[in-house]
């Protein structure tokens, strides 16, 4: 279970989040990491996040942010909101470290998701930023703060993870691992 003060690693990339608000912490409100970001470009394909808005107050560097298709950078002492069912993406395209403040409005699982997320990275088990195909399907049907991918109709996902979704469960696929989390769903 995420924690306050816990810092994820990323053994690969030295990219860290240190959990300064849980989900359980504020009552599924919010959750609120520190993230630095060591890594250049793209983690992972531009995405949807349903249910939930991410803000991000830079700290250092320059974090890039790509919203509604526009690229936009915001620098040090800056503010970005990304609204929830808008296409979006964020990640650093400098040589400097980003680290900034994220917060994820409403919190719901999303604590969860990075931790799990952060055990497969060191596992070797996501690869450029990509869940193999029938773990995302499981990650998108059972997680409680869902996400789409942006460049896929919304409806096809959709008969894809509720189809495939419940059949990788069979295979003994979860949305997240007791290994990384201490729980499992």
Do not use: W
């Not at 250092?60 to 942010?65: K, Q, V, Y």
């Amino acid at each position: 279970m995420p924690a306050k003060g816990q810092i994820l690693i990323d053994k690969r990339s030295g990219d860290t989040i240190e959990f300064i608000e849980t989900s359980s912490d504020t009552n599924g409100e919010r959750v609120t990491v520190k993230v630095t970001l060591k890594s250049k470009g793209k983690a992972v394909d531009d995405h949807i996040h349903i249910l939930q808005e991410e803000s991000f107050k830079v700290i250092s560097g320059r974090l890039t942010c790509l919203i509604d298709g526009e690229q936009k950078y915001i620098s040090a002492g800056e503010l970005v909101v990304l609204p929830k069912n808008k296409p979006h993406n964020h990640y650093n395209t400098s040589d400097v470290p980003a680290e900034f403040i994220q917060t994820i409005t409403p919190g719901i699982d999303v604590d969860l998701f990075l931790e799990n997320l952060f055990g497969m990275i060191n596992d070797g088990k996501v690869k450029e930023g990509k869940l193999p195909f029938l773990q995302a399907m499981v990650t998108a049907r059972y997680l409680e703060s869902p996400s789409r991918l942006a460049a896929i109709p919304m409806g096809l996902q959709n008969v894809l993870i509720n189809s495939i979704g419940p059949l990788a469960r069979l295979f003994g696929y979860r949305a997240i691992y007791k290994k990384y989390t201490g729980i499992e769903k």
